[in-house]
């Protein structure tokens, strides 16, 4: 099968996005295709899982690249919560404010003390550049926030991808927290504040936007968000396919010593197994080809070679050897 996509429509024919300043290479497969494709055209978030290492997080960056996209990203932890994705109130600068002595008012407008979040930039970009407030009052206030994303400036446009990284790491409530920016794409700005006449700010639809999601799979996501998303499983690579990846990474490399690490790799993920240990990752094997490349270093059954030790640093990465 060989899917022509409809609205992925910048991808290659060969589905390879090229090495180019920095950007890496990225090798598609059909059914990362079409599963791009179908979030694209229903405007659902893309849920990708995978083991770590496996390429979750550089899809996004890839679609972004090859779609001339601008790219925002958040990597989620037990600390993330709703307010620091959409829009936070900084109090303690507010207060400080309202606190200063002087002959003039210190206060700002009350959108002054506002934190754009991941979301209101990718919905509303114009907006929170100025942290809500019109143009005349970001000027008084000397307010002209940098883009916190990838800006690529396409021709103007402010079509981007939203990278919501490694979503099982956040505690259990910010899944369902997160429906409506996903769903509805809109949230509420905090109780007080307006943007405009608008206590709400929502996706402006002239805007393509698409929304990646990863999970490592250590938690159990919750049905409600299931249902919004279109979802993928990247598989680990096999040999073949590790070697093609490799080429596009280093195209004047030896490719007698990829095929060579890539033969290894089924064992290193058995030994990890067998030890209940994380198996090694495409990322990884880049690490070592990369290594090997670098430091002219050929793959070698000798327990006391280098290559046992870059194997062992780079890909068993047992720390007790």
């Not at 599963?35 to 899982?49: E, G, I, K």
């Not at 981007?160 to 259990?172: C, F, G, M, Q, R």
């Not at 920016?181 to 700010?201: A, M, W």
Request: glycine residues 6%.
């Amino acid at each position: 099968m060989t899917y022509q996509p409809t609205h992925f429509n910048r991808l290659p024919k060969d589905k390879v996005l090229p090495k180019a300043e920095g950007i890496e290479p990225y090798v598609f497969n059909d059914e990362i295709v079409i599963a791009v494709d179908v979030a694209l055209a229903t405007n659902r978030p893309l849920l990708v899982s995978g083991n770590p290492g496996c390429g979750k997080s550089r899809l996004a960056d890839a679609v972004a690249a090859v779609q001339g996209w601008n790219l925002l990203s958040k990597t989620v932890t037990s600390r993330t919560r709703l307010e620091s994705l959409t829009v936070e109130v900084d109090q303690l600068r507010r207060l400080n404010d309202a606190q200063a002595r002087g002959e003039k008012p210190q206060l700002k407008p009350d959108a002054y003390y506002l934190n754009p979040g991941i979301f209101w930039w990718a919905f509303q970009r114009n907006t929170a550049r100025y942290r809500g407030m019109s143009e005349s009052e970001a000027r008084d206030s000397k307010v002209d926030l940098d883009y916190p994303g990838v800006d690529r400036k396409n021709g103007g446009s402010h079509h981007a991808v939203l990278l919501i990284d490694e979503i099982d790491k956040a505690e259990p409530d910010l899944p369902n927290d997160l429906l409506e920016p996903l769903d509805r794409r809109r949230f509420d700005l905090p109780d007080g504040f307006r943007v405009g006449d608008k206590s709400q700010i929502t996706w402006v639809q002239d805007i393509k936007l698409l929304t990646i999601i990863t999970t490592n799979g250590e938690r159990e996501l919750p049905p409600a968000f299931l249902r919004r998303c279109v979802t993928i499983e990247l598989p680990d690579p096999d040999g073949d396919k590790l070697v093609e990846i490799a080429l596009k990474h280093f195209p004047k490399g030896n490719k007698a010593r990829m095929k060579a690490i890539a033969a290894k790799m089924s064992d290193f993920r058995k030994k990890a197994s067998d030890l209940r240990r994380r198996a090694p990752g495409t990322a990884e094997f880049l690490d070592a080809i990369r290594a090997c490349e670098g430091l002219n270093i050929e793959v070698s059954d000798d327990e006391n070679s280098v290559w046992k030790k870059i194997e062992n640093a780079v890909l068993v990465k047992d720390t007790r050897a």
